[in-house]
């Protein structure tokens, strides 16, 4: 045990856990133990096994066929791996609880709020059913849920995924547990709800002095919420200790390869362009810097601009009359304008239902338009012919956030790649078509030997590298990115971002960039606009955004980005509220904010 | 819920219109029921077979002969069967209850074994008793009907004396085309409810209802099968309406006097009035039973519910 | 044809107790269950032409003449008859203290109602009607004394006022409450009254003690219409039904019945046959001698014997052996392939040439006899195909349009027994069943027996006009099939009727 833990007795000690699927070994040798009412981060990439500790801790590994080949899980005297089942269903709930990743998902949707929560009181606690109400609207007051008494009777649908997280809170602390399991709790949240979230969990644990086990990748969080700090690898704890010590001086290579490729808000300040910097790598065990650093400066603004959107409006029929009459309406996107440059970045950044994906899709041509109109090289696509707008799909080019979903399983990447060349009838002939997929192939640092390989034979960064390879089939002049770099573990995400810039600064190409990730957009954008409910609140160089906000949202959005630095100022201002439902009865349209250029390049939307 | 009702009736006017032009049509050109009347006996000449045409009413063109029909149903008026006369009423209102107590009948049977049968072939996925499970299924969708119901017989009937080999009855009298349609029913269910179940039980819920300390029974009973519901009643919805095609087969087996049954005699007879009374009847009814389906739906999805 | 000697053996004992049964005390007792194919809809004789239909309702009805198992007829409601003006009048003479199930009284006017309302308005509706239609009108003379006078002379027309639309029915009963209640509550003035009917399911009779032929011996009939051949079976092996109706038992389940110890077969020679017929008019067929080189060329009687397992005699003409106008002397063309062969080549025909045979689709039994009648003729030289059509269709355009192949199946079976009955309508110029001949001799011979009251004269040249068809050989005939019914062994007394015409007086259950 590390020295630098208290002495006293260890809530839940995890000792020599080694974890079986089949005859892979996903967990190996895994020592930590947790104190009361102190917070043990475990960090981690996909596959590191961080996931499978905690449904350990549980035995709810044993559920989707693990073995415990080594090792015992101590808590409160007892040795969790040696309990029948039922035994454990004395203790989850009650004396362990456990909160998911997928706040969308966690909760039953067929059962209310009410329901759910009262059936860990009445399963656990000796209570009634009118009590166990009354003490569920109870928590859900704890986390701090408004009108608590009418959420109970109502269903999980009806609530926001940030609601639903502290739903979710609230029925596990609902038996005062002594330890609480936590993962992943806020990655599938939006910032600013993240940022509420993990206060209302750090205080509650402080309120009842839980333990906590807090399973993550992002670093950020983890230096808000540890105490301690456990980074696992490829199944194995590599290094562990105290969170300062952690993020001020790590000791294993891994730790520090991690660490470095954190993208950190405000590393960028005071930095007119984008900066391809270099890679840390793991060579022979050692971290390594790779790769130059070279100003992105790609832009050209002295040309017209590629892209131009102007007014753009985009609107969904959500609910009609028997005759057809619309009676609520979505306005996902409501008059934005931008333009892209050649050679640059523009990043939209917004949190969910701000539009971002909408406005990217309408580019495309995979949405209509409601009104307004997108002109590229000067010309609208309102005055195209079909077969324009058909070549537009060649110049345009499209990279999703799940790079698994875009890639036809029973195709090989070769034929996916080659897809848009064939489709363009950019190349004749079998052999050139295969040199230039090779070629792309290499491009992206794959090689030409993986073209007869299918998707599900790479990792989820490999297969982005391949949709990107794909994306640059057609020679496109625009690249729209959507989130196409949400769904990659930080060290693989710093890799694509080189890439990406890279290939621009060869190719003079520009991207849309679609994102959520305010420290990834701060590196990678030369222009940014700040969506808010499907209109710009603002818009500039990624200077005056970052360094300058002048729109309130932006500074709440980037002040809740919580900050790889244990040593930082935390926000301790709670951010209060939801974001609103963008469904609005016909007739009731939301008011169209107007807006002004307080510096060159720098618009704010004027409150209404 | 009015507007869905109205839009539900319009879709029924709709469905029932285009089947019975569909099937009146389409008998019409298969055969004459005068000379059906007479056995393709010799005595009959051309007088004949024009004087019970126009009694039957099939000397006019076939449009007026179908808005006679169209106007009947508003009545509940279908006329009268060209075989005897009987007013055609009379004939389905004999037939409805017969087929669908045989229908429900079968269909509880197969959803009461389907479901705990599913539910365990899903948590033991893999094991030996999923295997055997998707085996007997297996078995189960290989029998034909008909010689399912014909074992069933020699065996019960026959053999051992227990059960009347045909006819509509008591209680006894279900046992056997029930449990012959329960069994090819149940073998397709088992596997549904297993695929339903086995999606269900990825779900984070069922995690999270486990983490609870929720006893398996609950978790896989109260969590999960309220959740496998939507798909279950989708389809049970839709095997019903193929339950009462498939029926036909069943009641002449067993001499059941259903829908099937009267709609079997009729097509032999190229008795259009009762053909077309028995395809109106139906389309009414898995309409109907899609209606149900509909309104199970928000009862038991509240997302559905609320909308 | 020990079953059918059996048969007449046990009619001939029957027709001895019903000499008794007068003077015995009427001892009812028991129920009968039986099996029968179809449900008529209707229990009204103007209605349909349905065998179902007749199977229940002798039972109920009874006409002016009676024809029993024994095809022999006799006085039913009519005590007596004459036949007046050359045959075109006909003077009945009508048992007295008749009464219907209502109680109404059988008497003069109730036959003219009978007859009036077939031949009106009422009977238009129905196909017996077309049965009738030499009848002109019906007198009363007095309330026991009917004249029934005729368009023209029907040799048949005795015979058919034994069954079907000429049963007798009750004026007032109909006239108060109407035809629709009395197609589903029939009354007449048979052996069994009527007590309940469900339709496709079955109807329900009861002993009519004061029956004027003496009361029946069983309590209550019980008919169930049973479609499926394998369920009849299983009803009949369970012991559930009695006595299940032709034509439903397939040759393939006699095995079954004759094993089990409780149930037996009963068949007697039905009125239905089967034959080939040629198209006469065009192709190699329309040659006398390939016609007759393709009938012996078949060898009919392994067909009998291998495909309807024996229930079945070899015809010679177009009619059973218990028919009017049958010829036991007439013996068919033998089973000769060496003749065959020689006279195909006579009629100069290519080895190999095709020939079409059209049937019944839905006639199993006509399908393995097709498939057996062509390999027969490939051994001669003849490549035969085989074209099923769906009955309708093979009746209504197939055949009266001469649309056919060059062999078709006809398949006839008339209750009446009369050649004429078939006959006319087959081989007269302009008949719907005749697309190809015009023969005027044949024509000639069809006309002359019509008008005949001289039944002996009319049987000659009934007879005669079948040698003329075999000679020309206008058709491959083929069979006459047994009517098979499947019995209890606790049924006493049963007699099965060729006709299916099962009039259940005599019969007792054990």
Sequence with gaps: MSATMDNQTPLLSVEGLSVDFGVSRVVEDLSFSVQPGRTVAIVGESGSGKSVTSLSIMRLADMMGATFAAGRIMFAGQDLLQASQKQMRKIRGKEIAMIFQEPMTSLNPVFTIGDQICEVLLLHEDMNKAEALAEATRLLDLVRLPDSAELVSRYPHQLSGGMRQRVMIAMALACRPKLLIADEPTTALDVTIQAQILTIMRELQKDLGMGMVFITHDMGVVAEMADDVVVMWKGKKVEQGPVEQIFASPQHPYTRTLLAAVPRLGSMTGEAFPKRMPLTVLEDGQPKLVGEERVQDTARYGDKPLLSVKDLSIRFDIRKTIFGKVTHRLSAVSKVAFDIYPGETLALVGESGSGKSTIGRTIQQLQSAHSGDISFNGRGYSEMSAADRFRMRQEIQYIFQDPFASLDPRKTVGFSIAEPINTHGLLSGGQAIRRRVDELLERVGLGSQYADRYPHEFSGGQRQRICIARALASDPKLIIADEALSALDVSIQAQIINLFMDLQAERGLAYLFISHDMAVVEKMSHRVAVLYLGQIMEMGSRRQVFETPEHDYTRRLLASVPVADPAAQRNTVLIEGDIPNPVHRVGEEPAILGREEINPGHFVAKSA | ?307 | MTIMKRGLLSAAVALAMAGTAFSGPALAAGKLTLSSSQDPGSWDPVDTFLVAWAAVSTNIFDGLTYRGPDMELVPGLAESWEELDEGKRIRFTLRQNVAFHNGEPFNAEAVKYTFDRLLGEEGAKGPQRSNYIAIESVEVIDEYTVDMKLTTPDPVLLTKLAGYGAMIVPPKYIEEKGEDFFNLNPVGTGAFKFVSYEPKVGIKLEANADYWGGAPKLSELEYRFITEPATAVAELQAGRVDIVIPPIIPIGMIPVIEADDNLEIVSVPGPTVDALRFNTRDGITADPRVRKAIIMAVDRKTIVESILAGQGAEIATFQSALSFGHDPELAPLPYDPEAAKALLAEAGVAAGSPLQIDIRGNDATMNEVAQVVASFLQMVGLNATIQPYETNVLLNDIIPQGKTGAMFQQKWGGWTFDYDNTAYSMYHSGEKWNPYETDETLDEMLESQRPLTDRAERERILKEIGAYIADRALELPLYNSNAIYGVSKRVQNFVAAPDNRLKLTDVTVE
């Design chain 2, 1 to 307: 819920m009015a507007g869905f009702l109205v839009k539900r009736l319009l879709q029924a006017i709709f469905v029932v219109i285009a089947i019975t032009l569909l099937v009146s049509f389409a008998i019409r050109l298969t055969g004459d029921p005068a000379v059906t009347m007479f056995q393709g006996g010799g005595s009959m000449t051309e007088d004949d077979l024009a004087r019970i045409r126009a009694a039957l009413g099939t000397d006019k063109p076939f449009f007026v002969q179908y808005f006679d029909f169209l106007k009947g149903i508003l009545t509940l008026d279908f006329g009268r069967s060209f075989v005897g006369g009987t007013q055609v009423s009379t004939l389905i209102g004999n037939a409805i209850p017969a087929t669908l107590m045989l229908a429900f009948v079968s269909m509880a049977i197969s959803i009461v074994l389907s479901i705990p049968l599913g539910i365990m072939a899903a948590t033991s996925r893999g094991k030996g008793l999923d295997q055997a499970i998707r085996i007997f299924s297996l078995i189960g969708l290989s029998f034909p009907n008909f010689w399912l119901a014909t074992m069933l017989v020699l065996l019960f009937s026959i053999t051992l004396g227990l059960l009347p080999p045909s006819g509509m009855g008591g209680i006894e009298s279900y046992i056997m085309p029930g449990a012959t349609m329960a069994i090819i029913l149940t073998a397709t269910n088992v596997r549904l409810v297993r695929t339903t179940m086995l999606d269900t039980l990825q779900s984070q819920y069922v995690m999270v209802a486990r983490a609870k300390g929720l006893s398996e029974t609950k978790v896989l009973y109260k969590h999960a099968l309220r959740n496998c519901a939507i798909p279950l009643i989708t389809y049970f919805g839709l095997q019903f309406g193929g339950l009462l095609g498939g029926i036909v087969v069943i009641e002449r087996v067993f001499n059941w006097p259903g829908l099937g049954t009267l709609a079997f005699d009729a097509v032999g007879a190229r008795d259009y009035p009762v053909l077309q009374a028995v395809i109106t009847v139906l389309s009414l009814l898995i309409v109907g039973i899609n209606l149900l389906v509909d309104i199970a739906y928000g009862l038991i999805d509240p997302r559905i519910r609320t909308e």
